[in-house]
């Protein structure tokens, strides 16, 4: 304890043992990383290894989801990005940093955990649309499973209805998958996923089988229950007519996020709506910035650049000392 009126040694920098303590107090009262966020990682990393090879398919990626948004994940293959998917779904364990879903430490989960997490936190609408759905139950029925898993059978048929009904799928309910169109059948695992309402949903190119005009109403789909049920949705998509969808977008290269694209609607003068997109870069927590290689190319940046500090940028410019 330190007495009234006494003055702490300072150290070698000049700085006091009791500035040292209120600094440390401040680090400990502020909110950790992504408190306020449903989903959080937090320089999480992926190392698969494979005949002795190590591949770090996630190197220290970041990422921030609010509760509520409807967004999209894309990147080239092997960016990463299908590892995530896998990660957030409980699928896959991560191997190093920290993720949290709803509450729920991804990292730390036992199997037992990471079974109920999956039951009754996220739900998972995947690319081929015979694997979303069991052949031989209907289209309700298949609603009504998950809930009847997790021990809800009360209102389970009432809920299916409910789900089908609002997404433009009622006269479905009866009809068993090879009796439904593949957008149909997209829109009937939505309702699966969406049976024990689920803090997030999320769905690995869920129109990659589908053509623009039945994909559109698939999207449809997930803004409505975006938006009638509040439900977060994270999309992974190689469609850019999807991604352009959303208001937010990112972009995921070498295992770590690289970019943002923030959407905005805007009204001019007559009263005309318009969207405006604005890109940005991604700085880790580390500091760690992925230029676009197309910028870097046209400079001829490598290796290294040049920074310097204005008053409310940094400039960035190209090695100027090369050999």
């Known amino acids: 304890m330190t007495k009234t009126g006494t003055t702490l040694p300072a150290d ?17 009262d502020r909110p950790s990383y992504g408190h306020d966020a ?3 990682c937090d320089r999480l990393v992926r190392i698969f290894t494979t005949d002795g090879v190590e591949v770090q398919a996630l190197q220290g990626l970041d990422l921030l989801v609010k509760e509520g948004e409807l967004m999209a994940l894309v990147g080239a293959s092997g960016s990463g990005k299908s ?6 779904a409980g699928l896959d364990v991560p191997t190093a940093g920290a993720a949290r879903v709803a509450g729920s430490d991804l990292l730390a989960m036992d199997g037992k955990a990471r079974l109920r997490y999956r039951r009754e936190v996220v739900g998972f609408v995947w690319q081929q649309t015979a694997r979303n759905l069991l052949p031989y139950l209907t289209a309700a029925q298949n609603v009504a499973l998950p809930m009847q898993l997790r021990g809800r059978t009360k209102r389970k048929a009432e809920r299916a209805e409910e789900l089908l009904s609002m997404l433009g799928i009622a006269e479905a309910r009866d009809r068993r998958p090879h009796q439904l169109s593949g957008g149909q059948q997209q829109r009937v695992a939505i ?13 690995d190119e869920p129109t990659g089988e589908l053509d623009s005009a039945t994909g559109e109403q698939v999207f449809a789909a997930f ?3 975006n938006e009638e049920l509040g439900t977060t949705i994270v999309i992974v998509t190689h469609d850019q007519a999807v991604a352009s969808e959303v208001r937010r977008t990112v972009a995921i290269r070498d295992g770590r996020t690289s970019s943002e694209v923030l959407r905005r609607t805007e009204v001019d003068e007559l009263g005309q709506e318009s969207t405006v997109a604005r890109e940005y870069a991604m700085l880790d927590r580390a500091g760690r910035l992925q230029l676009p290689a197309d910028y870097t190319r046209a400079l001829g940046m490598e290796h290294r650049v040049a920074l310097e500090l204005e008053q409310d940028h940094i400039g960035v410019w190209p090695d100027d000392e090369k050999h």
């Open 191 to 203: 309702a699966v996923a969406l049976a024990n309402n689920p803090a997030l949903l999320l769905a």
């Open 83 to 88: 590892t995530l998917m896998n990660i957030l």
């Open 223 to 225: 803004r409505r229950a």
């Open 38 to 40: 449903l989903i959080a």
């Open 12 to 28: 070698s920098s000049g700085t006091t043992l009791e500035e040292l303590e209120q600094r440390a107090t401040a680090r400990r």
